[in-house]
């Protein structure tokens, strides 16, 4: 069942807006990447999509809620920030991990060769992380615990992966330097070594959640805490000035 929710505050949405307007810039500002007919044969792109779709969505979902006032998309957002991001953001975090060691190991190369080609491997590598972490914690997102349903999923896409690059070198499609003239247990041991990190992503997407939930909604919920116990007081002495002024 679907969490529909109370409210939206004009700082997420603001938030949520200048994220969504980064993205979108970036994303076609950089279109020689983003649009190849050849960049799904890389995990960066396909990610860079699954992200780019997500953020997008969440953001139409927001307008709908805090401009229109329709909960008519509240499944949608559900979904997505209750479910997907769950998948999505782990992957993300894998391809921040894989890209940066393989720049500085020389397993990828000319991913600086020009300004445009530098700034998209900045933005599919690590802006676009920050802005689904940041959407993590302006938005509501639920506490996630382990599932091992939502690991499934995380590995289907990783297998799935797994399967376009065999399509490619089988069709002698370039794809990575590190994967040149690779043998057959290389590749295996690539794909479990993928595996392992990703389950530490998945964890540390659960512990990303665990800080929000132990320090920042504790710390809102005080507040709002705080501040109905300051309107009751300034009511109660409302009340009593009233009271004592009808006395005299």
């Known amino acids: 069942m679907s969490k529909i929710r109370e409210s939206i505050s004009l700082k997420q949405f603001t938030i949520t807006s200048v994220i969504n307007i980064l993205d979108t810039f970036l994303f076609f500002y950089t279109y020689k990447y983003t649009f190849s007919y050849l960049s799904i044969k890389y995990l960066t ?4 999509y699954f992200n780019a779709i997500y953020l997008f969505l969440a953001y139409i979902c927001d307008i709908s809620f805090f401009v229109i006032k329709s909960q008519k998309l509240e499944g949608l957002n559900y979904f ?23 720049v500085a190991t020389g ?4 991913s600086f060769n020009s300004p445009i080609h530098g700034l998209f491997s900045v933005y599919a590598h690590l802006l676009i992380n920050f802005f689904v972490i940041i959407d993590l914690y302006i938005n509501d997102h639920d506490i996630h615990k382990f599932s091992w349903l939502t690991f499934s999923f995380i590995l289907l896409y990783i297998i799935c992966y797994g399967i376009i690059l065999i399509i490619c070198d089988s069709s002698d499609i370039y794809t990575y330097e590190f994967l040149n003239n690779i043998s057959t247990f290389g590749f295996i041991g690539y794909g479990i070594l993928s595996i392992i990190i990703s389950f530490g992503c998945y964890m540390f997407h659960i512990f990303l959640l665990k800080l929000k939930y132990k320090y920042i909604i504790k710390n809102k919920e005080k507040q709002d805490f705080n501040e109905e116990v300051n ?14 002024f009808e006395n005299e």
């Not at 397993?107 to 000319?110: C, D, F, Q, T």
């Open 231 to 244: 309107k009751i007081i300034q009511m109660n002495d409302m009340s009593k000035t009233s009271t004592d």
């Open 45 to 48: 792109n396909i990610t860079l």
């Open 107 to 110: 397993g990828i190369l000319g």
């Open 80 to 102: 997505l920030r209750y479910k997907f991001c769950n998948v999505i953001n782990p992957i993300s975090y894998l391809v921040f991990l894989f890209f940066w060691i393989m």
